[in-house]
């Protein structure tokens, strides 16, 4: 598993290369924003962008801020929009991508503490009013250690939020498990499976967005909470 990590983190960059090649950073930068405001509004979560609004009364971060943890970023995770709020933004790619896409640039994220590493190394001692890990837990090295860290680092009774792309078929879901027929997804499960990594964790599983319908693949996103 480690050297299809390996393989699935040198193609992401090619593909964040390829993908901003000629974008304006401008443009992309508003672009992205709205976006993540969108998919807020999407799963009910509109009010995680609002100083004076937090997840749950008891619960506020340092000066009233609710605490947000960003796991597997990119250039472009949703870090962007949380303007008002404490911060903190994970990627192993960080450094790569600041030195080669002009589109991300940790100083115009003043309120953002960013951790250049695996999610499987990090251990800070913090939990956080909402987790997110988008368009990442397929790509982490340790699937069942990167759920143990974004559960714990979930506050009790706080959000867990995660994308996946699940498999629809299990006779292609063996086949991909058992090929490298996806090289920048090192993992490869359907949504059952999935939603059992949350709850076995002792999360409730309060929505399941379908985001995008594929033929081999759904681009799914969970919400849950932590018991």
Same mark, same amino acid.
């Given at each position: ?7 699935a983190?040198a193609?992401e960059?090619r593909?964040w ?13 508003v672009?992205k ?8 509004? /999407?799963?009910g ?6 100083e004076?609004?937090t997840?749950h009364?008891?619960?506020?971060? /340092?000066?009233?801020k ?9 250039p472009a995770?949703i870090f962007?929009i ?16 600041e ?7 940790k100083?115009?994220?003043p309120n ?5 590493q695996p ?6 001692? /913090?939990?956080?009013?909402a987790?997110?890990c988008?368009n ?7 699937l069942a250690?990167?759920f143990d860290?974004?559960?714990? $680092? ?9 994308s ?9 879901? #063996?086949i ?10 090192? #993992?490869q499960y359907?949504?059952t499976?999935y939603?059992a990594?949350l709850?076995q964790?002792?999360c ?17 996103i969970?919400? $849950?909470?932590?018991n």
């Amino acid at each position: 598993m480690t050297f299809r990590w390996k393989i699935a983190q040198a193609a992401e960059i090619r593909w964040w290369q390829r993908y901003l090649k000629n974008k304006s950073t401008t443009d992309y930068s508003v672009w992205k924003m709205a976006y993540w405001q969108k998919l807020l509004a /999407e799963i009910g979560l509109s009010d995680l962008t609002n100083e004076s609004n937090t997840v749950h009364e008891d619960s506020f971060g /340092e000066g009233g801020k609710k605490n947000i943890f960003d796991a597997g970023c990119g250039p472009a995770g949703i870090f962007m929009i949380f303007k008002n709020q404490k911060v903190d933004a994970l990627d192993p790619l960080l450094d790569k991508y600041e030195a080669s896409l002009p589109h991300f640039k940790k100083t115009l994220y003043p309120n953002v503490q960013f951790f250049s590493q695996p999610l499987e190394h990090f251990d800070k001692k /913090e939990a956080y009013d909402a987790v997110f890990c988008l368009n990442a837990i397929n790509h982490v090295a340790d699937l069942a250690q990167c759920f143990d860290i974004l559960v714990n $680092a979930t506050k009790k009774g706080g959000k867990l939020i995660v994308s996946i792309d699940a498999h629809n078929y299990s006779l292609l879901k #063996h086949i991909f498990q058992a090929l490298p027929g996806d090289v920048l997804h090192p #993992h490869q499960y359907d949504l059952t499976e999935y939603q059992a990594m949350l709850t076995q964790r002792g999360c409730t599983i309060d929505k399941t967005v379908l985001k995008k319908k594929e033929f081999i693949f759904n681009y799914y996103i969970l919400v $849950a909470t932590k018991n």
